[in-house]
């Protein structure tokens, strides 16, 4: 339509103007900094909604009885009343160790590893996924150290003199994971308690002199928000997120060469370490995605974690499926190329043996739910993002069950085989960390700032003191559109409380 | 009317926005205070800049914490089981090729200690906790941590003056000019 002869427009020019994609807003309706405190400490300090206690009251019990009287009757009785025996040595309690430090690693991989992205959408969510791996970490920790059976000679595991005059053997992927939890659990609490710093001064600054003021006082370290703290603590920030993206990834590569350093088929492969990281990012965020979704609607902050913000989470359920989806295929395809005998047998074994339907299970939450996620309309869906969500974590466990049991059900010698069933103790201690895991999130909701405010306040586009300075911007021409929330404004589907 | 001596701290001024800050921050440093801040509810970008300040030295702390780390890693696992009580695993040789063994412990320590030394270095170079300032006296520096931006100069600075530093803040911006006093 434009002809040689007329001449490239001016800045100023007219004509319609040509559409651009923008960054797609991470706080909807226009919400100030005052709102934004406002909202997010109102979670603490307004009394808290009946499902609160609906749901904290049954979790506390069951963590009580299942994790308290269930750890109490193994030490007092002995390690017996599990249903581990020849040669199937470790059943649900490995299972559920892996399982939890696996869900730990989608919070340090959104602190860390989006924070290294610039990924700034990660700030609405990042603080309740730090506070879920510390919880998780917590119930992991409980396994390995109680099914040990002597617990009260676990201090032979550390380097101090005793009567035997035998050192630890370092060599040993059981003591690595020691470190390995123990750096885990320690950087993952202080990455943390230092990104609260600043929130809990705001909530000190809130409150009325008394108890609660002195406390979130103290724990604020007299906080006041001067540059010349911000200077520093924003390098130590930067310094953490560097420290555990390696520390991610080396955490449950350590946990996998529990399992990859030994000589059994179905364990003993150098595809573990990238395996079990993926997965635990895809179980991590799957979790992420449970607590937040029910917390969004329960709290009202629709504006804060956006749509936007759970499409982002959804997809990288979808990523981290696929990679899952692939290497247990590659595990597959391996087998049967390389043509080990004890290989192929190991996978024939998973496919057909007695746990049979673990594996079944396995693929279709693992591989299949995920892939819902290619379509928008299931990553609108809540329903179907809860639904992938829980399928995903009831997948993830199902994965470690098959990995740790059906390998050792049917190791090299015939005469070994053995089914395994976990006894009632070992039910009632997975699911007293399952009511663990909630009563302490509740909690965490209860006193301290679910949401990051600091870091959510600086997203917003007045908070670049250079935002204003668009004199000589070049695209005059240009109208910007936030497309994905364009089109979700169009459907109606974008919910503006007040 | 009060008895107590009070000493000045200094005056802490509103500013509207974090532009407004930036560039008010910017006139500050150019007319030469030293002992000044910026108070705001998060770090503002490019504020560091606006205020003259040098970058954080706290990545040589945390460097030479993790470099530590190396070094406990390796001497642990090394002498204990090479060099005291030569651990022979599975018939695997004890001597220097047992070293790549030790990785895994000696990363896990570095990563540990640099957290530690992140986070006790943070606490030193920010001087804090300091659980009482005179600046908490004033009745509307809580908005700081809320929504406000504000720059507080202090006495102590050579360049403060009564009259003088208040007409200078009023100049480049500044609101709801407060002198804080400090309990003596």
């Given at each position: 339509m434009a002809t040689a002869t007329e001449h490239a427009p001016s800045p100023t020019r007219q004509g319609p103007k040509i559409p651009v994609l923008e960054r797609e807003k991470l706080i909807l309706n226009g919400r100030s900094y005052h709102w934004i405190t406002e909202r997010i400490c109102g979670v603490l300090e307004n009394r808290q909604p009946f499902l609160w206690w609906l749901l904290f009251l049954p979790s506390a019990l069951i963590a009580m009885v299942g994790v308290g009287l269930g750890l109490t009757y193994l030490v007092s009785t002995g390690v017996g009343v599990w249903g581990m025996s020849n040669r199937v040595f470790w059943g649900w309690d490995i299972t559920n160790f892996v399982f939890w430090i696996g869900i730990g690693h989608a919070g340090t991989l959104i602190s860390a590893v989006l924070f290294l992205t610039r990924q700034n959408w990660r700030t609405s969510i990042n603080r309740a996924a730090e506070a879920m791996t510390i919880f998780a970490v917590m119930c992991a920790g409980i396994f390995p150290a109680f099914h040990v059976?002597?617990?009260?000679?676990?201090?032979?595991?550390?380097p101090i003199p005793n009567s035997n005059a035998v050192w630890q053997n370092f060599k040993s992927p059981l003591l690595w994971d020691v470190f390995a939890v123990s750096t885990y659990f320690t950087i993952s609490l202080i990455f943390w308690y230092l990104g609260m710093v600043p929130d809990l001064a705001t909530i000190r600054d809130r409150c009325k002199p008394g108890l609660r003021k002195m406390l979130y006082g103290i724990f604020s370290l007299g906080w006041r928000g001067g540059n010349r703290q911000w200077s520093h603590y924003e390098m130590a920030y930067l310094l953490l997120a560097a420290l555990s993206t390696p520390l991610v990834l080396s955490v449950h590569s350590v946990v996998s060469f529990d399992f990859a350093t030994s000589i059994v088929p179905g364990w003993h492969t150098t595809i573990f370490p990238p395996y079990f990281v993926a997965g635990a990012i895809f179980g991590g965020f799957a979790m992420v995605l449970t607590i937040m979704v029910p917390a969004r609607q329960l709290y009202g902050l629709h504006d804060l974690i956006t749509m936007k913000h759970i499409d982002n989470m959804a997809k990288i359920i979808l990523l981290t499926g696929t990679i899952v989806g692939y290497a247990y295929l590659m595990e597959l395809f391996v087998a049967y190329y390389s043509g080990a005998k004890y290989e192929m047998d190991a996978f024939k074994f998973r496919i057909t043996g007695p746990y049979w339907w673990a594996y079944l299970a396995m693929m279709s939450c693992n591989v299949l739910s995920p892939q819902l996620f290619w379509f928008k309309a299931c990553r609108e869906n809540l329903w179907v993002v809860m639904g992938v969500a829980m399928a995903v974590n009831i997948g993830m466990w199902f994965e470690r069950f098959v990995i740790i049991v059906t390998t050792l059900a049917r190791?090299?010698?015939?005469?070994?085989w053995k089914t395994y069933n976990p006894s009632y103790v070992e039910m009632a201690l997975f699911i007293g960390t399952i009511g663990m895991f909630l009563a302490l999130f509740l909690l965490f909701l209860r006193f301290l700032p679910c949401i990051n405010i600091a870091e959510v306040k600086w997203t917003l586009p007045e908070s670049d003191p250079h935002h204003d300075d668009h004199h000589d911007h070049p695209d005059q021409g240009v109208e910007t559109v936030a497309a994905y929330q364009h089109e979700l404004h169009g459907k109606g589907a974008v919910e503006s409380k007040a | 009317m009060s008895t107590t001596r009070k000493r000045v701290y200094g005056y802490l001024a509103e500013f509207p926005s974090a532009s407004a800050l930036y560039k008010a921050a910017e006139k500050v440093r150019d007319a030469g205070f030293r002992k000044w801040d910026c108070h705001t509810p998060y770090p503002v970008h490019g504020l560091d800049g606006a205020m003259g300040l040098k970058r954080s030295i706290l990545p040589w702390f945390v460097f030479f914490g993790g470099m530590l780390g190396t070094a406990t890693g390796f001497g642990l696992a090394y002498i204990t089981q090479v060099e005291i009580y030569p651990t022979v695993v599975q018939g695997?040789?004890?001597?220097?090729?047992?070293v790549p063994a030790f990785f895994p412990i000696m990363f896990e320590l570095t990563i540990l200690f640099s957290g530690f030394t992140t986070l006790f270095g943070l606490l030193a170079l920010m001087k804090l906790?300091?659980?009482?300032?005179?600046?908490?006296?004033?009745?509307?520096?809580?908005?700081a941590t809320d929504d406000a931006f504000f720059i507080a100069v202090e006495a102590r600075d050579p360049k403060f003056s009564p009259d003088g530093t208040r007409k200078f803040l009023e100049d480049i911006?500044?609101?709801?000019?407060e002198l804080v006093e400090e309990e003596d």
């Open positions: 059976g002597r617990v009260w000679m676990a201090w032979f595991l550390a190791m090299f010698l015939p005469g070994d | 695997k040789p004890t001597n220097i090729f047992t906790p300091r659980l009482n300032h005179p600046l908490f006296a004033s009745r509307q520096f809580h908005r911006g500044g609101k709801s000019i």
